[in-house]
């Protein structure tokens, strides 16, 4: 569904989709995105610059460039990671700490496959149930 919905550059497309439950989609993404965590393995699931694997938002969201440069952008987190952890270029390590990012203080498991959880939920475990008491709890506080 990612690659029917997204464009070659990674992002979502901005223009419509002749199905059913197109407009759907915008809408279910930006109300389960607040509520996805990960738990950082060997990186192998994990866009570098499109996912949310450190923060709220994508590090591409952070950056300013033109769309047709994040093209060339194509970079896993495993890149990133090797048996040991983390082995981050200088001149990331800067551009993360520069965004706010201590990639040291994150961890990684380089032997574990990567994992989505679903914050509102202890075991991190997402059921249709846990998902409507999770929206549910956030209407009734607005």
């Known amino acids: 569904m990612k690659s029917k919905f997204s464009s ?3 992002g979502p497309i901005h223009y419509h989709k002749p199905s059913t439950i ?3 989609i915008p809408t279910g993404a930006a109300l389960l995105k607040p509520h996805i965590g990960w738990l950082i393995g060997n990186g192998t699931q994990f866009d570098f610059w499109r996912d ?3 923060t709220d938002i994508s590090i591409m969201e952070y950056i300013d ?6 093209k ?9 990671i090797n048996p040991q952890g983390w082995y981050v270029p200088n ?14 203080q994150i961890q990684c498991n380089p032997n574990a496959q990567d994992a989505m959880i679903w914050k509102p939920d202890l075991q991190g475990a997402f059921t249709t149930k846990n998902a409507f008491d999770a929206f549910h709890r ?5």
């Not at 460039?65 to 994040?70: K, S």
């Not at 001149?91 to 201590?102: E, F, K, P, Q, Y």
């Open 72 to 80: 060339n952008c194509t970079s896993k987190l495993s890149n990133f």
């Open 138 to 142: 956030r209407e009734d506080t607005a």
């Open 52 to 54: 949310t694997w450190t």
């Open 91 to 104: 001149d990331i390590r800067i551009l993360l700490l520069a965004l706010g990012i201590d990639i040291q």
């Open 22 to 24: 197109w407009k759907g």
């Open 65 to 70: 460039l033109p769309r047709h440069l994040w």
């Open 8 to 10: 070659k550059s990674g």
